[in-house]
């Protein structure tokens, strides 16, 4: 559990990043669904939200005056790895630069919205947000699943003991497909805590 979930621990936040941190498409392939399990508040550390900050973005225009005439200049702030700092797999990966967070914040700064136990979150996996410091006395829990568009090659797979089989498939088998590895139920408790997390994973798409 992240520490900045976790009361007892010293408070911190996540530096704002992009989930996205690899080469990826500039149209929607990803969708983040969180699940809060209880209340979450900023006092517990709800999370920051960047929102419109999943595609490329125009600052408005703003007037440069000359000795001979006035005239209008507009900046387009990137999205993807041209906004991000360092690469996929590295600490803090897809941490946004700092300069492009202040222009960011200048036209629409971030929220720390406050959401009720057993809502659904839906976000682009390409938005900037962070983790933040939760200094309440109490554990802030939350699910969060990635969903995949059909055609993108998702190379994560998960790891599920064959006793959830029917729960999982027979409901939504025709709609959601679920890539996962059966295995007996003392086989997925045996390895659960050592599988990789999303930076293990190589998102290079095939040529």
């Not at 941490?95 to 967070?101: Q, V």
């Amino acid at each position: 559990m992240p520490s900045s979930s976790t009361p007892g621990s010293t408070p911190q936040r996540q530096p704002v990043h992009s989930d996205a941190d690899f080469n990826h498409p500039s149209h929607p392939f990803a969708l983040v669904i969180n699940i809060p399990l209880v209340k979450m508040t900023p006092s517990n550390g709800s999370t920051e939200l960047w929102l419109g900050t999943h595609a490329p973005f125009l600052l408005p225009s703003s007037p440069s005056t000359t000795t001979s005439s006035s005239s209008s200049s507009s900046v387009i702030i990137p999205s993807g790895i041209a906004s991000q700092e360092t690469l996929h797999g590295d600490r803090a990966s897809g941490r946004i630069k700092p300069h492009l967070l202040s222009l960011r914040r200048a036209v629409r700064p971030p929220s720390q919205p406050t959401i009720e136990k057993g809502s659904i979150v839906i976000r682009d996996l390409r938005l900037w947000h962070a983790g933040m410091p939760n200094t309440s006395p109490d554990v802030r829990v939350m699910l969060a699943m990635i969903h995949f568009a059909g055609w993108y090659r998702n190379p994560m797979r998960l790891q599920f003991a064959e006793d959830v089989r029917p729960l999982l498939l027979e409901e939504a088998e025709d709609e959601l497909k679920t890539p996962v590895d059966w295995t007996t139920r003392e086989e997925a408790l045996r390895t659960y805590l050592g599988r990789g997390f999303g930076n293990s994973y190589d998102f290079d798409q095939e040529k």
